[in-house]
């Protein structure tokens, strides 16, 4: 497991800052965390960063090293996960694409402690999901967090910490009470939010209705945790659930009554998949080099996607459903045309580790990918993926998600200390005729 090199900072905050500030207690309620002093201490604006302090509030003067020598020293010694060793790295190095690093697409905005990410599972980063450039759902400890840019202000939408009983009213399926729930990925999307467990709970919740409307554990494998959810809308119009889960199955849910109407066995674990935003197709990636593209209304496999070196754990499609996005533990996230799907049509590399999260924009312009700690890279889709923004942070990243109008990006930072919610703000070049229309 990739550990993140902390202890300088550690020993520093401790001194600088009061320690009970940043406990994490999983059974306390912290919506009523000292804001006002919490926001001067440990929030950072846009304008704070143009004047120059860090960011996440790391306040280098009183460490023993610069920034600068603290990024060398991360690079140096951050061990990457692997499940399988690479004898053709040199080989990968060669055919990865160059890109031009520097540009800005997304410019710092906003940096809140008051929200803190945090993770169940290191391989498992899809924790954080935008509604709107103002709202945004995440996991903190045994809570489902909603948090306000507008009012920098969080909200705690659901708490699985004890039992949980859905409410019959929105159920026709058979349910089952679950309780002390390990949320490891989660999705939203409109008004509902769809969470895995550990042990394979899946839970669903109406945003603006009380209660859980639906819950259940999808299987009794003893190594059953449920790797990735996603809400998609099929073919006919209705609105799905696709969870994948490590005892090698791949189930979808009917959202309008929760019922099952098919599991998909594989021959493998499988730790992410996805629809094509048609409905038409899945992405099922596991603990296999190989991506494999399947029917969504059959789970026929039509296609095997080759050329990882490691397993696979994060995907995504751009919105004009030709294209997929995948990302392995080999550093690497590549990209296919499914019109071809003999080789990738590109191969972008991380700085430092694994690929582990990955979004397209809505509007299809920027593709943003995640490595486990430290680094974000934004791609500009429209330049070929030629030229991109790295986004440069210390800690453990347990998500990222646009808003759905692509003006914000938001980045949930799992860390002890700097555990915090990062926001972008889409940069615009507006021409100077454009002031009179």
């Known amino acids: 497991m990739a550990q993140f090199f902390n202890n300088d900072l550690d020993y ?9 500030e940043f406990d994490d207690n999983p059974f306390e309620n912290d919506d009523n965390f000292g804001e006002d002093e919490g926001k001067q201490k440990t929030d950072t604006s846009a304008l704070d960063a143009r004047n120059g302090k860090d960011i996440q509030g790391i306040p280098w003067e009183r460490l023993k090293h610069t920034r600068d020598e603290y990024r060398q020293l991360r690079l140096k010694q951050y061990k990457n996960y692997e499940n399988l060793p690479h004898p053709a790295a040199g080989l990968r190095k060669q055919e990865c694409k160059e890109v031009e690093i520097g540009r800005t697409f997304y410019d710092f905005q906003f940096n809140t402690r008051l929200v803190k990410s945090t993770i169940v599972h290191f391989q498992l980063r899809n924790l954080l999901w935008a509604t709107s450039k103002h709202d945004v759902y995440m996991m903190q400890n045994y809570s489902i967090k909603h948090w306000s840019s507008l009012l920098q202000k969080s909200t705690e939408v659901l708490n699985v910490a004890g039992q949980i009983v859905p409410n019959q009213e929105h159920c ?5 009470a679950v309780s002390r729930v390990q949320v490891s990925t989660m999705a939203v999307k409109d008004d509902l939010i769809v969470s895995g467990g ?3 709970e899946l839970i669903c919740k109406y945003v603006n209705q009380p209660g859980v409307a639906f819950c259940t554990k999808v299987t009794s494998d003893d190594n059953g945790i449920t790797n990735s959810v996603d809400i ?5 119009g209705s609105r799905r659930i696709l969870a994948a889960n490590n005892d090698c199955n791949v189930r979808i849910f009917d959202i309008e009554n929760f019922t099952l109407l098919n599991c998909f066995p594989f021959s493998w674990s499988v730790n992410c998949s996805i629809a094509s935003p048609d409905g038409k197709y899945l992405a099922v990636l596991g603990d296999s080099v190989d991506c494999l593209m399947a029917e969504a209304h059959s789970g026929k496999v039509i296609g095997a996607l080759k050329g990882h070196l490691d397993y696979c754990f994060a995907s995504a499609w751009h919105p004009d459903g030709n294209i997929l996005a995948t990302g392995s533990q080999d550093m690497t996230c590549r990209l296919w045309d499914i019109r071809n799907l003999s080789e990738s049509m590109s191969v972008l590399k ?7 999260g990955i979004k397209f924009s809505s509007d299809g312009r920027f593709l943003a990918i995640a490595e486990p700690a430290d680094f974000v890279h934004v791609y ?6 030629n030229k991109a923004q790295e986004i440069d942070l210390f800690g453990e990243i347990a998500g990222l ?3 759905p109008d692509t003006e914000a990006l938001f980045i949930g930072i799992a860390d002890r200390t700097y555990g915090s919610l990062l926001e ?3 940069r615009h070049h507006y021409h100077y005729l454009n002031s009179f229309m």
């Open 198 to 200: 550990f042990h394979g």
């Open 424 to 426: 972008f703000k889409r």
């Open 12 to 20: 520093v905050v401790e001194d600088y800052y009061d320690v009970a």
């Open 401 to 403: 998600s646009f808003s």
């Open 380 to 385: 500009d889709v429209s330049a070929d993926y």
């Open 172 to 176: 026709e399926a058979p349910t089952q």
């Open 232 to 236: 998609y809308e099929s073919t006919c």
């Open 350 to 356: 991380g700085r430092m580790g694994a690929i582990r």
